[in-house]
C-alpha cells in the first residue's frame, strides 16, 4: 500500500520534513516513490514552512494512497491558508 508520511531531514535539532509517497513497508527515511514537498517547522522569516505540490497529492490519494496523521493536519493546515490568502 502507498503511504504519504514525513521523511525526516536536517541536522541535529534543526529538523526539516520532506512529504514523500513511500511504499508503506520502506523505512522512514528510505527508499520513497515520489517527493510531494516539504515541512519545515523551524521556518522563520521570510522561509516558508510548508511547499506542497496538491495537484500530485491529490493524484495519490484518489488512486488509494493513505495519509499519515501529521500530514493530514499539515494538508489541512496548508488548505486553509491558501483559501484565506486567495
Do not use: C
Not at 37 to 56: I, K, M, Q, S, T
Amino acid at each position: 500500500m502507498v503511504t504519504i508520511r514525513l521523511s525526516r531531514g536536517g541536522a541535529k535539532k534543526q529538523p526539516f520534513y520532506h512529504i514523500v509517497a513511500t511504499d508503506s513497508r520502506a523505512r522512514r527515511d528510505g527508499k520513497y516513490i515520489e517527493r510531494l514537498g516539504y515541512f519545515n517547522p523551524v521556518a522563520r522569516g521570510a522561509a516558508a514552512p510548508v511547499e506542497l505540490n496538491l495537484e500530485r497529492l491529490d493524484y495519490w490519494v484518489g488512486v488509494g494512497a493513505q495519509m499519515s496523521d501529521r500530514v493530514t493536519k499539515i494538508v489541512k493546515g496548508h488548505r486553509k491558508a491558501q483559501a484565506e490568502a486567495a
